[in-house]
Each structure stands twice: as structure tokens, then as C-alpha cells.
């Protein structure tokens, strides 16, 4: 299956996770998906944030080339956010679950949609930042 038809089923994917699932992976491991101290009021801002975005994307996933910034967006955010989370799980242990569930799946994320990422419309080559 080549790229361009890939992307939009992984768009999906990624959406529904993002509007569905976050939430009960907190629930079912909060040692791997929730960070101390929990707190719902946290729980609840993370699960809109990512739900808001899963919405987008699966919107997205309609006509990628047209909605690279949001790709790349959320590329780059999925690094960022993973990068922080494995600097701190790496440095307090009690947060070393994070390891095995939140901060491996935000960088699948990241590399998936880098590998997957569409080509621009006007000279059919890929920007990079």
C-alpha cells in the first residue's frame, strides 16, 4: 500500500484513539497513561485537548496535502510532548511506567506520520523544517 492511501487510514486511526481512548487507557493503566499526582482535573483537560485535536485530524484525513500544518503539528508536538514525559519518567521513578505506554506511543506517532508525511502540491517534493 503506497503512502498516499496509507495516511488517511492512520489519520484515522490516530483520531479515534485520540477522541476514544484516551481517556479509558487512563483509566484501565494509570500508571502508564496518568502522571502523579492524578488528578481529574488534569485527566479531563488532557482528554479534551486530544480529543479536540483526533477530531481535526480525522478531517484531515480527507485531503492530507491540504492540511500539512496540522500533520506537522502534531509531528512536532508529539515530539515535544514525548520528549519532556521521557525526561521526566527517565528521572523519577516512580513514573518509569510511563517508558512502556504514553512516551513510546506519542513517538510512534511522530514517526509514522514523518514517514507518512504527504508531499506539497506545488513542486511534488516534501518540505522539511
Given at each position: 500500500m503506497d503512502r498516499e492511501?496509507?495516511?488517511?487510514l492512520v489519520l484515522k486511526a490516530v483520531a479515534v484513539i485520540f477522541i476514544f481512548?484516551?481517556?479509558?487507557?487512563?483509566?484501565?493503566w494509570p500508571a502508564g497513561w496518568q502522571w502523579e499526582p492524578h488528578n481529574?482535573?488534569?485527566a479531563q483537560m488532557i482528554c479534551a485537548i486530544y480529543a479536540t485535536l483526533g477530531v481535526f485530524l480525522f478531517r484531515?484525513?480527507?485531503a492530507p496535502v491540504e492540511h500539512r500544518s496540522l500533520l506537522q503539528f502534531t509531528l512536532w508536538s508529539s515530539l515535544a510532548h514525548g520528549g519532556i514525559m521521557l525526561v521526566q519518567a527517565l528521572s523519577d521513578a516512580d513514573e518509569h511506567m510511563h517508558l512502556a505506554a504514553d512516551v513510546p506511543a506519542l513517538f510512534l506517532i511522530a514517526a509514522v506520520l514523518a514517514v507518512l508525511m504527504p508531499e506539497t502540491s506545488q513542486a511534488g517534493t516534501r518540505q522539511t523544517l
Open positions: 492511501r496509507l495516511l488517511p481512548g484516551v481517556w479509558p487507557l487512563m483509566m484501565i481529574d482535573h488534569y484531515a484525513a480527507k
